[in-house]
C-alpha cells in the first residue's frame, strides 16, 4: 500500500472517507455546496481540523466563496479569478 501526503479530489458523497483512510490520505476537503471542511486522519479516523496541516495560512473559508460561484460566474473566469487570488496569497506569504 502506499502512503499519499496529499490529495485534491471533488467527491460529493462523504463515504468515500473510509477509502481514503484505509489509503491512508493524511487530509481531505470536503465541501458541502456551502461549506469547505478540512478532515485530517487521526488513528483511521477522520477529524475536523481549523487548518491545513500542509499549507497553514491559506484562507480556507475564502476557497469555499469561490467554489460557491461555480453555477454563477463563467468557468474561466472563476478560474482567473482565483489563480490570481492564490497569486496574492503566495506574494503576501512571501513577506
Same mark, same amino acid.
Given at each position: 500500500?502506499? %502512503? ?8 460529493? &458523497? ?7 483512510? %484505509?489509503?491512508? &490520505?493524511?487530509? @481531505?476537503? &470536503? ?7 478540512? #478532515?485530517?486522519?487521526?488513528?483511521? %479516523?477522520? &477529524?475536523?481540523?481549523?487548518? *491545513? #496541516?500542509?499549507?497553514? *495560512? ?14 454563477? @460566474? ?5 478560474? +482567473? ?9 503566495? +506574494?503576501?506569504?512571501?513577506?
Amino acid at each position: 500500500m502506499v %502512503d499519499q501526503d496529499y490529495r485534491i479530489e471533488l467527491v460529493q &458523497v462523504r463515504r468515500w472517507l473510509a477509502t481514503y483512510a %484505509d489509503l491512508r &490520505v493524511l487530509e @481531505v476537503w &470536503v465541501y458541502d455546496g456551502t461549506t469547505l471542511s478540512l #478532515q485530517q486522519l487521526q488513528n483511521q %479516523d477522520y &477529524v475536523t481540523a481549523s487548518s *491545513n #496541516q500542509f499549507f497553514p *495560512n491559506l484562507p480556507i473559508a475564502e476557497i469555499a466563496g469561490f467554489l460557491q460561484q461555480d453555477e454563477t @460566474v463563467d468557468y474561466l473566469e472563476l478560474v +482567473k479569478t482565483f489563480r490570481a487570488w492564490v497569486k496574492g496569497q503566495i +506574494k503576501s506569504q512571501a513577506g
